[in-house]
């Protein structure tokens, strides 16, 4: 979801190369998973129930717990190259999203309030007491709405892309034509994209890209397929419809304070780029912002190395 934002008011930039000096066999496992969608053999696939629906979700490699959430048009099968990567010294935890991809379709739950109390579940039957958080897209929406809740539970957060409903800019944010999507929706709607899925989503991941041709055929293919399952476009739109109930409770979030946790903005160069800083100064106290290069909003189908790049070097050091 990406927008035309005035740059960040933050002094503070990331850059687009990791500075943490370690040796290059994660590149070397990083290039080998960019373009799959199909995690190490490492890694755990299992359903969790959490919250009252069920969450497909992946686990791998061992240390600091990092969970990593996706956003509309994609599902959790984004991050495998970064998940790889971070497995070499992280427990990675890669849920699909409450009625997308794999995970369960119920009827409701799609405010992100809801959906981060989703999170806190997840993580519950995991065992795991705290993370690191990167998110991309709706994902940020979600990863938000966890932190707000259980802000002892997210030492640092990483949010890629995408605004916050109700945060900073959010009703000028809304005026951008490309954005018609956020209201797009309801039982005409999903009559229309019956069968018709992959032509939705083209012109998402075309019209959204820096380089569509970098959103890869099998990608498409893939993620066509999972949007096409009985229940999934309907939770899909539930997602945007959710959004005016979002920005209600992001307000009431922020009235007990801002995030007082490391985050690092990021913005595709072409598409949020800077703005995402600025959009996060309204909700967090320690905000850096920072670009992925030569990218639109797929940050991972665009330029998966310098995103594993900037998301390793925000990290705290495990």
């Not at 993580?123 to 705290?130: E, H, M, N, Y």
């Not at 106290?285 to 909003?297: F, K, M």
Request: proline share 6%; hydrophobic share 40%.
């Amino acid at each position: 979801m990406p927008f035309s934002c005035p740059e960040t008011r933050s002094s503070r930039h990331a850059g687009s190369e990791s500075s943490d000096g370690r040796p290059g066999q994660r590149m070397t496992t990083m290039t080998q998973t960019t373009n799959s969608l199909v995690f190490p053999d490492t890694f755990q696939i299992r359903d969790i129930p959490t919250n009252g629906t069920t969450l497909h979700v992946r686990t791998g490699g061992k240390g600091p717990a990092v969970l990593l959430l996706h956003g509309y048009g994609e599902t959790g099968d984004m991050w495998v190259p970064l998940a790889a990567d971070l497995a070499a010294d992280h427990f990675v935890i890669v849920p699909d999203l409450r009625g997308m991809g794999r995970s369960a379709k119920p009827e409701g739950g799609y405010d992100k309030k809801t959906q981060g109390q989703d999170m806190a579940g997840l993580l519950d039957a995991l065992g795991i007491a705290a993370v690191d958080l990167v998110t991309h897209d709706i994902g940020n929406m979600v990863g938000f709405a966890f932190a707000a809740q259980h802000r002892d539970r997210v030492h640092s957060f990483v949010l890629i892309d995408a605004p916050l409903p109700g945060v900073g800019p959010w009703e000028e944010i809304l005026k951008n034509p490309l954005l018609w999507h956020f209201r797009f929706g309801g039982p005409d709607m999903e009559r229309l994209v019956a069968g018709r899925e992959r032509i939705y989503l083209d012109r998402f991941w075309n019209e959204f890209s820096a380089t569509p041709a970098r959103f890869s055929e099998a990608a498409r293919e893939h993620y066509a397929a999972l949007y096409a399952q009985p229940g999934a476009m309907h939770a899909g739109f539930s997602q945007f419809a959710a959004f005016d109930q979002d920005a209600i409770d992001n307000q009431a979030f922020l009235k007990a304070g801002k995030l007082t946790i490391p985050v690092l903005a990021l913005g595709g160069e072409k598409s949020f780029g800077l703005g995402m800083g600025q959009v996060m100064a309204f909700a967090a106290e320690d905000v850096t912002s920072g670009v992925v290069p030569d990218a639109g909003h797929w940050i991972m189908e665009e330029n998966p190395a310098a995103t594993v790049a900037l998301v390793r070097d925000f990290l705290p050091k495990a």
